[in-house]
Nanobody, 114 residues
């Protein structure tokens, strides 16, 4: 089972930026999709952004502000978050899926507050 470790979460003010990183213990080339999810208190976990060989897709509320990317050589996936808003506050989780695996990281807290 692959291990996913997120990093980069922090407390920031509205309008600021953060870059989340997800490091896989194994090759990410075997995953057909990797994504970032988030879960705010009292809410369901939601897909924020995903990346696959077919491209990328985003939650409507983050389009134009967030960018997902990956570095296959380093086995890493990133989420660049710009123009952060209070409603972006959540725990962000990295996810990776293959035909035989659905792996999650432990999450990293992002708090946007003035």
């Amino acid at each position: 089972q692959v291990q996913l470790v997120e990093s980069g979460g922090n407390l920031v003010q509205p309008g600021e930026s953060l870059r989340l990183s997800c490091t896989s213990s194994g090759s990410i080339s075997k995953f057909y999709v990797m994504g970032w999810y988030r879960q705010a208190p009292g809410k369901q976990r939601e897909l924020v952004a995903a990346i696959s060989s077919g491209g990328t897709n985003y939650l409507d509320s983050v389009k134009g502000r967030f960018t997902i990317s990956r570095n296959v050589t380093k086995n890493m996936v990133f989420l660049q978050m710009n123009s952060l808003k209070g409603e972006d506050t959540a725990v962000y989780y990295c996810n990776a899926r293959s035909t035989t695996m659905n792996a999650w990281g432990q999450g990293t807290q992002v708090t946007v507050s003035s």
